[in-house]
């Protein structure tokens, strides 16, 4: 069964800072690995997504990595903003099934 | 584009008490659709998917039923809601698993008394 983990479960840093969020998965079987962003109260917004024979995506400010041999993923959010706060959600699409498994969250508040 | 919607977007009901939630995706067709439920300091768990009309998967056991009685409709059931059924469901929706995102929609929010 894939367990997803996400380090750290919360993370306040000031505006302008650069930042990593980190996400561990136990099963390297995987279709594609995918960060997602929720705001309190509403669903979630894909961000990026990687697939397996890929090590990394961008997007603006945003660059995620894979290393599926390692079971590891990264989220770096350069030059952060306030609006940059969020719950950023790590899942992996298992080859095995159809379920997105998804980590508890990492709760980032950037303060001006 | 496509767009998908999620119906009530907040519900109170007491326990033992019926539900229904919908969910309708426009904008494309023959999609795969999901349900979710993510409950207080937990992460979301996948309920059930639908790779077409008629055709459910579950993939926990529980006090929940789906169907999804048209192309781009889904819906969420129980017969008799529990306290624990408390939670903020999401439906989602991609036509390729392997190689697309899920696209979600803005929730409903249980709260069983």
């Known amino acids: 069964k894939q367990e997803v983990t996400q380090i750290p479960a919360a993370l306040s840093v000031p505006e302008g800072e650069n930042l990593v969020l980190n996400c561990s998965f136990t099963?390297?079987?995987?279709?594609?690995l995918q960060w997602f962003r929720q705001d309190p109260g509403k669903g979630l917004t894909s961000l990026l997504l990687?697939?397996?024979?890929?090590r990394e995506q961008t997007s603006g400010r945003l660059n995620a990595s894979l290393d599926k041999s390692s079971g590891r993923s990264t989220l770096y959010i350069a030059a952060s903003q306030p609006g940059d706060s969020a719950t950023y959600l790590c899942?992996?699409?298992?080859?095995?099934?159809?379920?997105?498994?998804f980590g508890k969250g990492t709760s980032l508040l950037v303060t001006p | 584009s496509q767009t998908i919607h999620q119906w009530p977007a907040t519900l109170v009901q007491p326990v033992g008490s019926p539900l229904s939630l919908e969910c309708t995706v426009e904008?494309?067709?023959?999609?795969?659709l999901y349900w979710y439920r993510q409950a207080a300091g937990r992460g979301l768990q996948l309920l059930f998917y639908?790779?077409?009309?008629?055709?459910i998967s579950s993939e926990v056991p529980q006090n929940l039923s789906a169907s999804r009685p048209q192309d781009r409709q889904f819906i969420l059931s129980s017969k008799k809601l529990l306290l624990s059924d408390s939670g903020f469901y999401l439906c989602?929706?991609?036509?390729?698993?392997?190689?697309?995102?899920?696209?979600f929609g803005p929730g409903t929010r249980l709260l069983v008394l």
């Open positions: 989602a929706w991609n036509r390729d698993r392997g190689q697309e995102t899920q696209y």
């Open positions: 099963d390297s079987a995987i279709y594609n």
């Open positions: 904008g494309t067709s023959n999609p795969n």
């Open positions: 899942a992996v699409n298992s080859n095995s099934g159809y379920a997105l498994n």
């Open positions: 990687i697939q397996s024979s890929q």
């Open positions: 639908s790779v077409g009309i008629g055709q």
